[in-house]
Nanobody, 125 residues
Framework: QVRLVESGGGLVQAGDSLRLSCAASRDTICISDMAWYRQVPGKGRELVATITGDGATNYAESVKGRFTISRDYAKNMLYLQMNSLKLEDTAVYYC???????????????????WGQGTQVTVAS
């Protein structure tokens, strides 16, 4: 299974920027979508941003215009650039490899979903 490791979290002031990184342990067998989620205590994980295999992106309304998701296939990396951070962005951020169905008749099996361990982002006033 692909292992994902996030980094780049920390304590910042409101209005600051931060870039999160997510390193995959190897190339994925299939070109799969990837995503960033976040979670605060007592609540479920919230989808923040997604990026498809061909680079199409989608964002939660709360982060549109402030966050940018990107990926570097050559380095097996996923990124989340976060600008104009707000107090409500405080959360543990997780990267996820989204599952993709294995094509019928394929001689391989696409990787199952995988999560990183999370990185804490704290935005202070």
């Amino acid at each position: 299974q692909v292992r994902l490791v996030e980094s780049g979290g920390g304590l910042v002031q409101a209005g600051d920027s931060l870039r999160l990184s997510c390193a995959a342990s190897r190339d994925t067998i299939c070109i799969s979508d990837m995503a960033w989620y976040r979670q605060v205590p007592g609540k479920g994980r919230e989808l923040v941003a997604t990026i498809t295999g061909d680079g199409a992106t989608n964002y939660a309304e709360s982060v549109k215009g402030r966050f940018t998701i990107s990926r570097d296939y050559a380095k097996n990396m996923l990124y989340l650039q976060m600008n104009s951070l707000k107090l409500e962005d405080t959360a543990v951020y997780y990267c996820k490899l989204e599952p993709r169905p294995t094509p019928l008749g394929a001689t391989y099996v696409c990787d199952p979903a995988a999560w990183g361990q999370g990185t804490q982002v704290t935005v202070a006033s």
